[in-house]
């Protein structure tokens, strides 16, 4: 029996895209690619999501690959891309406010870094029926390791034949079920379809 609805945070709850950022600050075409290379499609990018850099030493890195006038503009973006790149999908706060309501445990597993933490209120919908959340940069671990959810079951004391997760990487979700936690990739973004799957757990209940 589904007890507890675990969620993916980029493109399950939020919509992510880290070129906003760097259209923001940057106007040439050409530097807005070279910088978003450098920054968003890097190694320091994932050690960050680890919890294994900070933004500073990272920065230091990305720099290395870019020419020095544009430096600031790495920095910028690097700092504050989380005010921009990302949006709430308004179409998720009905979904886990009647989850919610039906008595399911609301948590949260993503790749992230530790920044979320404090201001992931501002863009997750129904942020206040979450039970529990997990970022990857805490545990120094991401998904598909079997850590992560390790993590997540051991803090938040779940079952994971209970849990049933959200995510947009299938290789997170196979992941996920070699852990003995079931779930759905939402790769296409398709709400009717998650809707009618979430439906099918909850007894009919419809969402």
Not at 111 to 120: E, K, P, Q, T
Not at 138 to 146: D, G, I, R
Not at 161 to 180: L, Q, S
Request: glycine share 8%; net charge negative.
């Amino acid at each position: 029996m589904i007890r507890n609805i675990v969620f993916d945070m980029g493109k399950v709850l939020v919509g992510y895209d880290a070129m906003r950022v760097c259209e923001h600050f940057i106007e040439n075409d050409h530097d807005r690619k070279r910088v978003h290379t450098a920054v968003f499609v890097s190694p320091e990018w994932l050690m960050m999501d680890m919890g294994l850099l900070t933004d500073d030493s990272a920065l230091e890195a990305i720099c290395t690959r870019l020419p020095k006038r544009l430096h600031e503009a790495a920095s910028l973006c690097l700092g504050q891309w989380h005010e921009y790149c990302m949006w709430t999908y308004t179409e998720m706060e009905p979904v886990i406010r009647a989850l919610k309501e039906q008595g399911l445990g609301i948590y949260l597993c993503s790749n992230a870094a530790i920044r979320l933490l404090d201001c992931y209120q501002k863009v997750i919908p129904a942020s206040d029926c979450f039970d529990g959340l997990l970022f990857s940069a805490e545990v120094k671990c991401m998904k598909p390791q079997k850590e992560m959810y390790y993590h997540l079951f051991e803090r938040f004391r779940l079952n994971p034949k209970e849990c049933f997760f959200i995510d947009d990487m299938p290789g997170n979700i196979e992941g996920a079920r070699a852990c003995g936690m079931d779930g759905y990739c939402f790769k296409d973004g398709n709400f009717d379809k998650l809707k009618a799957v979430l439906t099918g757990l909850t007894g009919g209940v419809r969402l």
